[in-house]
């Protein structure tokens, strides 16, 4: 063909405009990329971005966070320990834009260090508003449970009745409640007992009373404080097992609450190897307390819990479980039967939140037919220690704080057993490579025919 001058200045031009575009696209690119970011995180269970969960507690901080890191340039164990300190911040920074990261190295400031209360090499001093707090351990779960008491104007003080048996906040025992406690106190409550035989009432900075499964029968003075406190607007987590309510029948007259003896039964947990009287929780209520919780729940020996009305409260069913079981009235065994003539059938409500004004302030109750749910044994089951928490922080008024906890960094090893190791280790190391070499020498002897 042909190319006349005519025809060149064409291609010039057509080839100087592209060009030309092709600049201005890539600077647009670089302009847009200052403001907009975008990535994806590829890898098994997301481990390099932080969770949705995590996301909404960045989102409901106000003002901006300072994090102080005390590391050297240099380890001589952990080596580059800023570079993984950057790695693991960089995805909060990312999700919070007012959220800087600073280094304070010990040897050259040792007396900055000292101030601060530093320990360790890599220790970080975490600052929001006027309140601060140090970390050692870099995981998502232990940052952000330190954001989150760091985003509480107070401490909440979490008291529990005790004295009767009960299952205490602080104990070890597998009935007891101190795992629960202890992630309560990691996310910036105060745990105290209360003895009321000893006290004079319920004290005034309570902000919230935890009664749950007395064994023994507690005094009528007692409960007169316990009365007394609830009618002052005070909050409570009532956790009742299917068992005698051990004196504390007046307080239930006074919440207008209807226990129905008996022990749920849920087919549904059996069907999925689990004991009957299991009852699993998959649909919950309208409430902030359960607003998008998709986690399943598991309680065990729960008893139903009814309220009655003209009582002045504002009553939500929280917790409904067995839509195909029921409530029976005698002790279930492995194989229960239902018995239409004295069981209740299913769904059953198992728990139910009141609310209520009481001299310009909410008062707010959960009343829960099972304590076993929070107990040692059973709290790691599914998504309890979530809802646990979303309780305690609606009930002290922490509504925004209210989310999905983060989840542990999911295990990603492979167990294979002895027979499963050697077909693979057969059929790689021996198997494919003897395929491989027959390919080869047929492909090999056609070409030589």
């Known amino acids: 063909m042909y190319i006349d001058k005519k025809l060149r200045l064409q291609l010039l031009a057509q080839n100087g405009l592209f ?6 696209l890539a600077g647009l690119l670089a302009y847009l990329s200052r403001d907009y970011h975008q990535q994806w995180d590829v890898t098994e269970g997301a481990r390099n971005s932080i969770s949705q969960a995590t996301r909404n507690v960045l989102a409901r901080i106000e003002g901006p966070v300072t994090i102080t890191a005390y590391a050297t340039k240099r380890d001589p164990r952990l080596g580059d320990i800023r570079s993984v300190i950057r790695e693991f911040v960089a995805p909060y920074q990312r999700a919070k834009p007012d959220l ?3 280094f304070v190295d ?3 400031q040792p007396q900055q260090t000292k101030e601060a209360g530093v320990q360790v090499n890599g220790e ?3 600052t929001h508003g006027k309140l601060s707090e140090h970390l050692t351990t870099l995981n998502e779960m232990a940052l952000t449970n330190l954001l989150m008491r760091l985003e509480r104007d107070r401490q909440p003080l979490v008291m529990y009745l005790d004295g009767h048996g009960e299952r205490k906040l602080d104990g070890v025992a597998n009935s007891d409640l101190g795992e629960f406690g202890r992630q309560l106190q990691n996310k910036g409550f105060k745990i105290s007992p209360l003895n009321l035989a000893a006290a004079q009432g319920v004290p005034a900075n309570a902000g919230l009373l935890v009664i749950a499964a007395p064994q023994v029968d507690v005094l009528a003075g007692e409960v007169d404080k316990i009365r007394r406190f609830v009618s002052q607007g005070g909050n409570l987590l009532w956790l009742i097992d299917p068992e005698p309510l051990h004196g504390l029948q007046p307080l239930a007259e006074q919440l207008g609450l209807i226990l129905s003896p008996g022990t749920v039964v849920d087919p549904a947990a059996q069907r999925l190897n689990l004991p009957p009287t299991w ?3 998959t ?10 919780f998709n986690l399943i729940t598991v309680f ?3 008893r139903q819990i009814g309220t009655s009305e003209g009582k002045g409260w504002h009553v939500t069913p929280l917790l409904e479980v067995a839509p195909g079981g029921w409530v029976s009235s005698a002790a279930p065994d492995h194989n229960p039967v239902f018995d239409k003539t004295q069981d209740v059938a299913g769904p059953v409500t198992i728990g139910v939140t009141m609310e209520r004004k009481t001299d310009d302030k909410d008062q707010r109750m959960v009343v829960i037919g099972t304590g076993s749910f929070l107990s040692n044994t059973y709290l790691g089951n599914a998504g309890n220690l979530d809802l646990g928490v979303n309780i305690v922080n609606w009930l002290t008024g922490a509504d925004k704080l ?3 906890q983060p989840r542990p960094t999911v295990d990603g090893s492979l167990s294979l057993s002895r027979i499963a190791a050697g077909v693979i280790s057969i059929g790689f190391l021996i198997a494919l490579p003897l395929l491989f070499l027959a390919t080869g020498g047929i492909i090999w002897r056609r070409r030589r025919r």
């Open 19 to 24: 060009v030309v575009l092709f600049l201005a």
């Open 106 to 108: 010990p040897v050259e």
């Open 124 to 126: 970080l001093v975490v």
């Open 100 to 102: 800087t990261l600073k």
């Open 300 to 302: 065990p020996f729960a």
């Open 283 to 292: 649909v919950y209520g309208h409430h902030p307390i359960t607003r998008n």
């Open 279 to 281: 009852a699993l929780a």
């Open 402 to 404: 209210i989310t999905i």
